[in-house]
């Protein structure tokens, strides 16, 4: 079995923070073309999803699925030719340079619940 593609994924918040980072610099912004995320947060599509199983768990109060999750390959998935990188990260080195971004949103869902155990909207 292939290595399973690692992508970075990151939330609105942290998009939204960049934004306002190029708005309040214009100096620093204007010109340039921007990756935004956390590189921290990067994860298979597995991992996201047995991190969102959990989550539904705590929130539905149901219990975890024994089988939660299944692999399918892309080619399964997509049909043939199908090609994809097997990383995704962005370089973020200049976000980091020209606006001293620094994410902080983690993919630890756990964080997105409040002490109710109901989702943050």
Not at 54 to 83: L, N, W
Not at 99 to 108: C, D, E, H, Y
Request: charged letters at 25%.
């Amino acid at each position: 079995m292939a290595a399973s593609p690692r992508e970075l994924l990151f939330f609105i918040k942290d998009a939204i923070e960049a934004v306002l980072l190029m708005i309040e610099n214009p100096a620093r912004a204007n010109g340039h073309i921007f990756n935004v995320g956390n590189p921290d947060n990067e994860v298979t599509v597995r991992e996201l999803a047995e991190m969102m199983t959990e989550v539904y768990a705590k929130v539905s109060g149901e219990p975890p699925q024994e089988e939660p999750v299944i692999d399918v390959s892309a080619k399964e998935f997509y049909g043939e030719g199908y090609d994809d990188s097997d990383k995704r990260i962005p370089d973020m080195t200049l976000i980091n340079k020209q606006l001293v971004a620094r994410w902080k949103s983690s993919m630890l869902f756990n964080s997105m619940l409040p002490l109710e155990g109901k989702p943050c909207m």
